[in-house]
């Protein structure tokens, strides 16, 4: 009876059917999703998605559900679509994904994923000199921009530190200095390292939400003074919130100056690198330690997939192993494949098969092309919001990430705020558009990712009309 079960289960023709199954049904939903039919999303509430699946999944034995499934999720390929910094995939990527899966590589040691491995080592090398970084700099892939900078930071207080934190235990006294509208993903690595509320220097944002480096002398000393030691800087590139980029060249100086560990988080926007027309977001990149870029949200790859470059191959090194390495030398033969001596994770996905397909199948330009159209597309949003009436910037886009909020004349500030919500709320209920929301500096704002390739501005004009008559509503005017 078990050998019946596990015979049947992995049935190669069983497999085929329903393999084909599903890409054809994804074909249609892709079809379907990008001409933009129907809402973005059907939203449920939390309890009752448990309850449909709760029943669903105690009908055991009854196949698996799958348009079911794809009338609850969220349809990222939807032109309307423009909410968080998650791809449409490309299909090719998925496809990938989707080998990767099957093959089930688990990466750990070099034999278990012979080409994934050196495909890792091509794509992160590429992604290097992309970055501007000469022959000795290194990468990894792992899984996210979290884990990525975490790691990086690791590297850098493995390398920049003189104690032996990494063998005998941490005695505090260690800083990081980072923007107040950086990820909270930084705040949070710097948590788990030890460091604590007070390792974490925060450093405020100028009116464009990006780090103002004329404070970072006066914080830095202040905390020497405290008896505290910065080790890293970190500068986004850009921002979560706003889609804000920091002044890499000037945090690049200020590191150089204080011998500190310079890192660059660029999980949405570090792809600028790939941009000849918007490059000059990102100058003083190739001065970091180290950068962080997310395949999954501007480079059109599934969840989840990021690089960790080093600009030092032999710091990447350092970061797990009990032994400082200093150098690659020449004489000793550098162990790039056996990439768990590097990561953070074991077994690990193996999705440089998703970089290698795109960059064989398409080649680099197409990662310029996306950046370039998403980049343009929020600057004509944002001329879109300033020719309207009642309608607000938190600043100027940057990237494709724009804040702006419905503010007709008459309302109290505070009650501006519930309007978004209200209005942010009722959007998310009837699924037509998916947007977000935001605070920034207390002021609650609806906040934009264009992430798809197929927005445009009449949907961005759609957009504003909608949420106005939402807005109406809620005032009691319709
Ligand atoms: C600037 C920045 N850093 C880090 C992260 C976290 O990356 P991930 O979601 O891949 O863990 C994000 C996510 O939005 C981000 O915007």
Redesign the pocket.
Known sequence: MEEDLLHQAYDPETFRKEGQQLINQLSEYLKETLSGYGPVLNYSDPKEQLELWKKDVSESGSGVDTANILKHITRVHHPRYMG???APPLPVASLMALLGGFLNNGMAVYEMGMAPTAMEHLITGWLCRKVGYSSSARGILT???????LTALLSARRNGVAEDIWNRGYSGGLAILVSEA??Y??DRAARIMGLGEAGVLKVPVLENFSMDTSKLPGIYEAARQKGLTPFAIVG?????ATGSYDHLEALADFAEENDLWFHV?????GPAVLSEKYKFLVQGIQRADSV?I?G??MMGMP??T?ALLFSDGATSYNTFSQEAEYLLADTVEEDWSNGAKRTFECTKLTSSLTWYAVLKQYGEPIFEAFLNRQYDLARSFSDLIRERPNWELACEPQSNILCFRWAPLGIPSGGLDEINENIRKKALEEGRFYIVQTRLKGTLYLRTSLMNPFTGTAHLSELLTYLETLGQVFLGNE
């Open positions: 968080h910094q998650v899984s996210g921009g979290t884990l990525a900078n950086a990820h993903c930084v986004s590139a850009p921002c979560t988080d660029g999980a949405h926007g962080v997310d999954h949200k969840v989840i990021t």
